[in-house]
């Protein structure tokens, strides 16, 4: 294998090209920067899917102490309760600042944001950026400042496949682009990959988010957090296409009510009803549709005539399948959404292996608990990347060494994705969990193009098995109860193929709390 070996004089590496990477280049400048995107920049980020838009306290009658106990609320107990003050105080700004970089938000006529309700908020705090179309628009913001940034050098079509680690540090990065196998040595490299959608065949996530970033720092001997929590949102458009289109939350801020085919409304007696929290309205709608049922959105008499207006993404979408909003109920299902689990960070986004940093979907900061609040996770993004690029800047400017990692193929997460759809969907169980570790055990283990996807896989299924309770998105119908007390998992990629290698000798092996 010929390998392009360039040295990067201690500049860092970003890897990916959604907000958080984005904006921790944006805030490593005037600092030179490498930044490496799968796709041409934004084309491929879930970010740029966003919807919802961004949460922060800005309302006259809101206070980040009020985010903050909404956000906790939601957690179910666990949430790094001292790491979501932190970021959530910190979100009025945060919105301020992308207002700097070009962002143009809804704003009313007196010129304040305007702010939308989502649900499980106790307040309009949801800040939109051309309505249901707040990712693209914040990405166009982000993406054109950093096509002006002279000390940002965008690197597009090219793919990180392996970190080079020696002496439990980072040395540099591997890449596959157009024109070869290239080697950056460097020090300093930040995870910004975006999450797993793509392993699920149900998601409203670019199906090639299929956990690289979890992948690269698994097998840098990364120690990942809360794995097991996955969201699926309850309302996709329920359509043959994939992805997904999202039919935002807001939607049912304004609203909108979720009914069968017989026009029942049968979160009537939920606490919350279509506002609860993801988590309850997702296995509500997924048991209902499991008795045969089929769900719909009922928008005709709210929002009404404003929906198109207001929601003109997914106004689009619906039309594009032959559904008027105004006229017709709106078919959906749950898909998987957004991952709550990821590389374990402290607050300046610093992995377990030295000179390593993740930030947005990627990382686990413990602001989402076992069920993220809607619309914190581009807020938790922006804010986070600041701090990952203050880090960076003030760690040393290492050079990284000529040690060239492993080469590895592209991923095929084709293999993958009727295990874990199957084994890992909005409700799951120990003997279904068991059978997906055996399954991916082999897949792990041959360095195929499906063993990185694999790899994946088996840590999330294992740290579900090993969650021997229901909480949040982890909903366990063996085990359907809280435990006593809340505690976030930790796994390494060691620690999993050793208990998936027990399971596959010992089918009796039971779950642990």
């Known amino acids: 294998m010929s390998v392009d070996v360039r040295d990067l004089a201690g500049r860092p590496v970003i890897i990916g090209g959604g907000i958080a990477g984005l904006m921790a280049a944006l805030h490593l400048a005037p600092e030179p920067v490498l930044l490496l995107s799968r796709s041409a920049l934004g084309a491929d980020a879930s970010s740029a899917r966003a919807q919802g838009g961004l949460a922060a306290s800005l309302g006259d009658d809101d206070e980040p102490a009020l985010h903050l106990a909404d956000t906790l609320a939601a957690g179910d107990g666990l949430c790094d309760a001292e790491a979501a003050m932190r970021i959530l105080y910190a979100a009025p700004a945060a919105i301020e600042e992308l207002a700097r970089f070009g962002v143009r938000f809804d704003r009313a006529p007196d010129g304040a944001p305007r702010l939308g309700l989502e649900a ?8 939109h950026a051309g309505g249901d179309g707040s990712g693209r628009e914040v990405m166009r913001g982000l993406v054109a400042a950093v096509r002006s940034t002279l000390t940002i050098t965008v690197v597009e079509g090219a793919e990180a496949r392996r970190l080079a680690v020696e002496d439990g540090r980072v040395t540099g990065v591997l890449a596959s682009s157009s024109t070869g196998t290239v080697f950056f040595a460097t020090g300093r490299v930040v995870l910004a990959t975006g999450g797993i959608g793509g392993l699920f065949h149900d998601t409203t996530n670019p199906l090639g988010s299929c956990g690289q970033g979890l992948a690269l720092a698994a097998r840098a001997g990364a120690i990942l957090a809360d794995l097991e929590f996955i969201q699926f949102h309850p309302t996709a458009l329920d359509w043959p296409g994939r992805p997904m289109p999202l039919i935002s939350e807001a939607v049912r801020g304004e609203g909108a009510k979720i009914v069968d085919e017989t026009g029942w409304r049968f979160l009537d007696g939920v606490p919350g009803a279509e506002l609860a929290p993801r988590d309850i309205v997702a296995r509500a709608v997924s048991k209902h549709r499991a008795q045969g049922h089929r769900v719909f959105l009922d928008v005709r008499e709210k ?50 292996v030295s000179g390593l940093w993740a930030c947005g979907e990627v990382a686990s900061t413990g602001l989402h608990g076992a069920n993220r609040l809607a619309s914190n996770s581009l807020t938790e993004a922006v804010v986070c990347a600041r701090w990952v690029a203050e880090s960076v ?14 080469h590895q193929s592209a991923s095929d997460p084709e293999p993958v994705r009727p295990l874990l759809s199957r084994a890992l969907g909005v409700t799951r169980d120990g003997e279904g969990l068991k059978a997906a570790a055996r399954a991916l055990l082999p897949l792990a283990q041959r360095h195929g193009p499906a063993s990185d996807p694999a790899i994946v896989g088996l840590m999330i299924s294992i740290a579900a098995l090993l969650r021997g309770e229901s909480r949040g998105a982890h909903f366990r119908t063996d085990f359907p109860h809280h435990s006593t007390v809340a505690r976030r998992s930790e796994i390494t990629l060691e620690a999993a193929l050793a208990a998936a290698r027990e399971i596959a000798h010992s089918p009796a092996l039971e779950s642990v709390t």
Do not use: E
């Not at 499980?120 to 800040?127: L, N, P, S």
């Not at 105004?326 to 959906?332: G, N």
């Open 120 to 127: 499980a908020h106790g307040r309009r705090r949801i800040v």
């Open 303 to 352: 929002p009404g005539a404003a929906f198109t207006q207001h929601f003109a993404t997914i106004s689009a979408a619906c039309r594009s399948i032959g559904i008027d909003p105004a006229r017709d109920l709106i078919p959906i299902r749950p898909a998987q959404h957004y991952h709550m689990g990821g590389v374990a960070v402290d607050l300046a986004g610093r992995t377990s």
């Open 393 to 406: 800047a003030d760690s040393p400017n290492d050079r990284g060494k000529r040690t060239l990692a492993t």
